[in-house]
């Protein structure tokens, strides 16, 4: 796998667009301060009572995509069309007056984008009005939302992209192994860029799912459990040759991807994750890219708060990547679930380009940049991924060619 | 690159289980429909679908992956079974790293979170089965199908809709090409809960009583439920193991109109560019394709669209044609699925289903070659399923009778 990432753009607790987000990555206590706060603006506070979330906060659409032709559209499908226009625009392919001429057009651009729960808010909205009403009153115009893929498909119709939309559900691994997805169709000439990552939403069902499990963390964020995130992040990523080619900048390139599944030991277990699986991974992903485990720099980890998926992460790492730091990107923007890979992604490009590599989990601090990051994520399941990044210079050397 | 081939085939739908049992309901032209028993449908102003009727799970699946999966899942898994026996890779033939499970769906265990919601809206949050809840994970249809087998690769679920099966297949298809697994267990698998009913009630896209693709008198689509699965293989799995080959996987070809997020562009451009990309590389022409099942759901927005795409692609060398949704609904992401197995079956036997309740052609859809009422006999080699879906997918997949096809090409470096 040799991937270039040509471009970037998210919807976060940090604002929208990579330049906000690298802003705020520069200063990652300040960044942990902003993103967490205890007064959701999405969740029923009478409902909830005091509750921990990272959300969008703020969050205008009509600032991205103007006033009208998305009043049907749900939270997630604006978070993901204004990360889409941000990404689109960071890798020089179109803008506000479209495709750039000369380069990249319409049928050229696809989508591989990861959701976990992504249609769970509009499929509680219905079914309320199902239940608590009659069936025959549900709005029309919202059942499409309903359906996983429409957020994405949205992104396609609203950008005018013709090439392939594909998208992924992997749990927690989804927007890691969109970065399969999006190789996949290029190496079979389906498109020559996608957009790449996912997407995620604060919503009340999953709120009262997740509590209900009893895995969340206390408001006060002391404590074992996780603490729902939002956004969405998308990366543009194209076959390297070609990105160089068309002379577009690169951000960072991926070299490998590896991923596996260890079921849980116990029958009647369903959740549950096995470090196995998260070896067999980093060791697929390490292959793929021709790199030793000598050669990382750092680990941007899967570490979300949940005491078994967590030591599970922490056990499989020292023996596949021993004495590699581990930093915990979900340590600034909460849990994405299905985004949560394209934001780790995100925040390792940021700490190539020189933003601290913050909080360590594991291991001593970097003196200078990353150069090979290994991205990892753990599904609930027992199922993992992983994606071996590097910054873009021939330098890096290292499983350079295409 | 290797070639691909199908060797077992798994069926749960509205007609029957198993191969032979949906093989011969839908030769022999029979209806999956009737009044909807699984929900309370008074409130609406439609009362049919196509339910799967005499699934029981403990038939297929043991105690403990009763309890801990919802039905999508059950069934899922039921057809896996069903296919790996056919394969012959039954017992911990399957386990191992180098077996993936990637399926499609479109809302997959719709239905256990619309019981527990219904619980909570009705009775408080309090309410609800809460081991319930760990099953409503889309995630966990192929985590539930792998953990059956033992298998310990790529996990994947692509909802993509109502083209979930062939997206499934295809990437399947991609993955055992580019080395990443030898065997895979494919398809998809759907159950029609009350929300996905009144939503297409409500977008007048639901017929009262019957699907009838390409007839002047349709009235829309019947919802339908099932899960069709296919044991796709790699030709070095098939020649260590002496395994054989049901029909070849030749490729397929993927678009997307991004023109509404339900109705296809009145062009077709889409659907013709993934019709001619599941052609693309095969060293084929329009001119061997004997046969295309098409997406043919009944509603008025896509048979004449469909129509016109099948004109343009295939111009005087029309294949064959029949929409199998007149008998089984509309099975959403697994429709293609559940007609990707209909298509080998065709290859095998060469038999080509019909698409029944046809009483006189739509003018808009009069070029087409339909098999009408009855089924026919026709030496099918090579068959084109096609698919659409919401967000303008368009997904279109290539099968053939073993040993038509040349060798894949290999990609571009």
Same mark, same amino acid.
């Given at each position: 796998m040799r991937l270039a990432i040509t471009g970037g753009g998210s919807v976060s607790p940090f604002g929208v667009g990579r330049a906000a987000f690298e802003e705020a990555l520069a200063t990652p206590d300040v960044a942990a301060a902003r993103a967490f706060r205890t007064t959701s603006e999405v969740l029923d506070a009478e409902r909830v009572g005091a509750s921990r979330t990272a959300e969008v906060w703020g969050w205008d659409p009509s600032a991205h995509l103007g006033k009208k032709g998305h009043r049907s559209y749900d939270r997630l499908t604006k978070f993901l069309i204004a990360a889409a226009k941000h990404a689109l625009a960071d890798a020089g392919i179109k803008d506000e007056d479209g495709f750039r001429e000369g380069r990249l057009g319409a049928s050229d651009v696809g989508i591989c984008s990861a959701t976990a729960y992504g249609s769970l808010d509009a499929i509680t909205e219905l079914n309320r009005v199902a239940e608590l009403e009659a069936p025959r009153f549900i709005n029309?115009?919202?059942?499409?939302?309903?359906v996983i893929n429409a957020a994405a498909g949205y992104v396609s119709i609203w950008e005018g992209l013709t090439a392939p939309n594909t998208t992924i559900v992997d749990g927690n691994c989804g927007a890691l192994d969109a970065v399969l997805a999006a190789d996949t169709h290029l190496v079979n000439g389906r498109g020559k860029a996608f957009l790449v990552g996912g997407g995620e939403v604060v919503s009340d069902a999953l709120h009262l799912g997740l509590s209900r499990l009893d895995v969340l963390a206390p408001p006060e964020g002391e404590g074992p459990g996780l603490t729902m995130g939002e956004g969405a992040c998308y990366l543009v990523m194209e076959r390297e040759a070609a990105a160089r080619s068309r002379g577009a900048t690169l951000l960072g390139r991926v070299l490998g991807y590896g991923n596996a599944f260890e079921p849980p030991l116990e029958a009647s277990r369903i959740v549950d994750a096995r470090p196995d699986a998260i070896v067999r991974a980093v060791e697929m992903a390490l292959a793929e890219a021709s790199l030793d485990a000598g050669d990382v720099d750092v680990v941007a980890g899967a570490?979300?708060?949940?005491a078994r998926l967590d030591a599970a992460e922490a056990e499989a790492l020292r023996e596949v990547l021993p004495g590699v730091p581990v930093a915990a990107p979900k340590a600034l923007q909460g849990e994405t679930f299905g985004a949560a890979g394209a934001f780790a992604i995100a925040q390792a490009l940021a700490w190539m380009k020189g933003a601290p590599v913050a909080p360590l989990v594991a291991g001593e601090p970097l003196k200078t940049p990353p150069r090979v990051v290994v991205v990892t994520a753990v599904g609930f399941y027992g199922n993992a991924s992983a994606v071996v990044l590097a910054v873009p210079e021939e330098a890096a050397g290292r499983g350079a060619q295409e | 690159m290797q070639r691909v081939f199908v060797t077992g085939l798994g069926v749960v739908s509205p007609v029957g289980h198993g191969r032979e049992a949906f093989g011969q309901a839908l030769q022999s032209g029979r209806s999956g429909a009737a009044p909807i028993a699984g929900f309370d449908t008074s409130s609406m102003d439609r009362h049919v679908g196509c339910e799967?009727?005499?699934?029981?799970? *403990?038939?297929?699946?043991? *105690?403990?992956?009763? *309890?801990?999966?919802?039905?999508?899942? =059950?069934?899922?898994?039921?057809?896996? *079974?069903? /296919? =790996?026996?056919?394969?012959?890779?039954?017992?911990?033939?399957? /386990?191992? %790293?180098?077996?993936?499970?990637?399926?499609?769906?479109?809302?997959?265990? /719709?239905?256990v979170l619309g019981q527990l919601e219904a619980s909570w809206f009705h009775q408080g949050e309090d309410a609800g089965d809460r081991d319930a809840l760990p099953q409503y994970g889309t995630t966990l249809l192929p985590i539930h199908v792998a953990r059956a087998f033992g298998a310990r690769g790529?996990?994947?679920?692509? %909802? /993509?809709?109502?083209?979930?099966?062939?997206?499934?297949?295809g990437y399947a298809l991609d993955q055992i090409r580019a080395g990443r697994a030898d065997r895979v267990i494919t398809g998809a698998s759907e159950v029609i809960e009350k929300l996905q009913y009144a939503g297409f009630v409500r977008l007048g896209a639901m017929a009262p009583e019957k699907c009838q693709p390409f007839d002047a008198g349709r009235r829309g689509l019947l919802l339908g439920e099932g899960a069709g699965v296919l044991i796709l293989e790699s030709e070095e799995s098939v020649i260590r193991r002496g395994a054989t080959p049901l029909a070849e996987v030749g490729g397929y070809g993927l678009a997307c109109d991004a023109h509404h997020i339900t109705r296809p562009r009145p062009d077709g451009a889409g659907s013709a560019l993934a019709m001619r990309r599941a052609l693309e590389a095969s060293g084929l022409s329009t001119e061997d394709v004997d046969f295309v099942n098409a997406h043919g759901t009944g509603t008025p927005s896509n048979d004449p669209v469909e129509t016109k795409v099948l004109a343009d692609v295939f111009g005087d060398h029309a294949p064959v044609v029949t929409s199998v949704k007149s008998m089984l609904g509309h099975c959403m992401g697994a429709a293609s699925a559940l007609e990707a197995v209909s298509c080998v079956l065709t290859l095998e036997e060469g038999w080509v289903p019909p698409t029944i309740h046809h009483e006189e052609r739509d003018p808009a859809c009069g070029a087409l070659r339909l098999v009408a009422n009855r089924a026919e006999r026709h030496d099918v080699r090579v068959a084109l399923n096609n698919s659409l879906a919401f967000g303008g997918y368009d997904a279109v997949l290539r099968l053939a009778r073993p040993g038509v096809l040349p060798a894949p090409a290999p990609l571009a470096a």
């Open positions: 029309p115009s919202r059942f499409p939302n309903t570490r979300g708060g949940l | 799967v009727k005499g699934f029981a799970a *403990r038939d297929h699946l043991t *105690r403990a992956e009763v *309890r801990r999966m919802g039905r999508c899942s =059950a069934m899922a898994v039921a057809a896996a *079974r069903m /296919a =790996a026996r056919e394969a012959g890779l039954e017992g911990d033939a399957l /386990a191992g %790293p180098r077996t993936s499970v990637i399926l499609g769906t479109t809302m997959g265990e /719709a239905n790529m996990v994947q679920t692509l %909802p /993509a809709a109502c083209a979930a099966g062939n997206y499934a297949i």
